[in-house]
Each structure stands twice: as structure tokens, then as C-alpha cells.
């Protein structure tokens, strides 16, 4: 699918995503390099973080506790937060706009 990565300054730029990865390695991978990943996708840093567009947010796969224990610790959170490395990419993301949280 298509998608449109919203950067810190507000800045939207189109990414093709393929299935099979997730949103952080797409993301990380078209070269934005203020989503930090810095645990590499394990669940663990919550520097993926990003906002996802209020009308595809239920499509998604639920959280784990985990994710949702991390996201806790973020001041940036809001209720369409998610850790972009537990994102599929999947093809209901098609014209999704995923907006990069801001550092915290
Ligand atoms: Fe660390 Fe997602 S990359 S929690």
C-alpha cells in the first residue's frame, strides 16, 4: 500500500510499504531519521512512536500490554498512539497518514 508519513515539522511525504515488513522498518528505511527505533523493533524503547489516522486506527491488530505499558511513558501520547515496529504492514494501511510523534 500506499501510505503518507507526516515528519516532526508537519512535512507529508508519500512511502510505498510493502507487506510483510512493519511501519517502523518502512518508515526508518525511506530515510526518517527522526523515528529513532533505537531497540531495533523488540518492544522495548518506544522511539517509534507515531500517531496513526483517527479512521484506521480500530483496523489495526490490537496492542500487546506491552506496547501499550510503553506508550505510557511517552507525554506525546495520545489515544491514536502506536509503536510503529508492532504495526503490519497490511493493505487496510492503503492512503493511512501516520504522523511521527514528537520527541519526548
Ligand atoms: Fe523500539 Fe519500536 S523500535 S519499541
Redesign the pocket.
Known sequence: PQIIVVNQSGEESSVEANEGRTL?EVIRDSGFDEL??????????????VHIAPEYFDKLPKMTED?ND?LDSSEHRNEYSR????VPITGVLEGCKITIAQED
Not at 529513532?36 to 512512536?49: N, P, R, V, W
Open positions: 517502523m529513532l527505533a533505537l531497540c531495533g523493533g523488540c518492544c522495548s524503547c518506544a522511539t517509534c512512536h506496547e510503553l509503536l510503529s515496529c508492532q
